[in-house]
């Protein structure tokens, strides 16, 4: 059913004929009568009662009359909505945020969004990457903070590149060296991240590249924890150059991982088949103004 027959038959009950409902609805008068005819014949029965220039609404009229003004309303409303949704006047984001350095990262970034628009609500989930891509497939996020590789069926725009540092304990052989790989951890004991975060899995893998399998001591989904375990003799740990930036707790030793291939790559990622919702892409849009405003050579 055709919602331009609807209005113009709507107008011409409300104006009482063809040719003041013509000229509300800004058509010629033959174009409104060709509309009702044919919503008649859609519908198989007559509509109006035409008597000379006037006109009245059969029974059958009245019921459609009434069922139009309210379809004719809802979509006047869903525009408006519409139109709210995409000033961002209202909605939602959900952002995924990973356990690892989105404080650091977003923090400021998520409190400017608010502030520019205020009547979004914002819906944050917390955990590591791998089970934040995992989410955002489900479709249960609109952006998610996830670490390169990203897998199939997500869009991503890189916003971190860096590489990690290695935390060494006191009294560690490798203390006081520029930069360590990872063949020279081989006799270590590690401490990795819990199960969910996507540095796991990569390290591992580096680690089997450079001809060793770590003895792994510990998980831990906390950068504060990681560092209190690493100051206690516990083993060596690994975390991305942002978060031990400010300082670490001694008496760690920081070193440079000498792996080109071994990075934190971050990302925003998003759905393929669902595309950026108005406010992710309101997000992503500051995310890059960040970025570009960042002095050069520093990290975003």
């Known amino acids: 059913m055709?919602?331009?027959?609807?209005r113009a038959f709507v107008e011409v009950v409300r104006q009482g004929g063809f040719s003041a409902a013509a000229k509300t609805v800004f058509a010629t008068q033959p174009t409104i009568s060709?509309?009702?005819k044919q919503l008649e014949d859609e519908l198989g029965t007559p509509l109006l009662d035409r008597v000379g220039h006037r006109v009245s609404l059969t029974a059958a009229g009245d019921l459609v009359y009434r069922r139009a003004a309210v379809m004719l309303a809802e979509r006047d409303n869903l525009r408006q909505d519409l139109a709210e949704l995409l000033g961002l006047r209202r909605g939602r984001l959900r952002l995924g945020l990973a356990r690892l350095g989105s404080a650091i990262m977003f923090g400021t970034v998520v409190a400017e969004f608010h502030r520019r628009h205020p009547d979004i609500e914002l819906e944050l989930v917390e955990h590591g990457s791998l089970h934040l891509s995992d989410i955002l497939?489900?479709?249960e996020l609109d952006l998610a903070m996830c670490m390169l590789p990203i897998p199939e069926g997500l869009d991503w725009q890189l916003v971190h590149d860096e590489p990690l540092m290695i935390l060494l304990p006191p009294g560690h052989p490798?203390?006081?060296?520029g930069s360590v790989g990872l063949a020279d951890l081989a006799d270590s004991p590690f401490i990795l991240f819990e199960s969910g975060f996507a540095l796991n899995p990569q390290i591992l893998a580096a680690c089997q590249?450079?001809?060793?399998?770590p003895r792994v001591v510990a998980?831990?989904?906390q950068a504060d924890f990681i560092q209190s375990l690493v100051a206690a003799g516990l083993g060596v740990a690994f975390l991305p150059r942002v978060i031990v930036a400010?300082?670490?707790r001694p008496p760690i030793a920081c070193v440079a991982l000498d792996d080109a291939d071994l990075r934190w790559r971050i990302t925003l990622a998003w759905r393929r088949e669902a595309g950026l919702a108005p406010a992710?892409?309101?997000y992503l849009a500051l995310v890059r103004d960040v970025l570009e405003a960042a002095p050069s050579g520093a990290d975003a």
């Open 2 to 6: 055709d919602l331009r027959s609807l």
């Open 246 to 248: 400010g300082g670490v």
């Open 209 to 213: 590249r450079s001809g060793f399998t």
């Open 34 to 36: 060709k509309a009702v």
């Open 137 to 139: 497939l489900r479709g």
């Open 174 to 177: 490798l203390t006081g060296r």
């Open 219 to 221: 998980y831990s989904g």
């Open 280 to 282: 992710a892409a309101a």
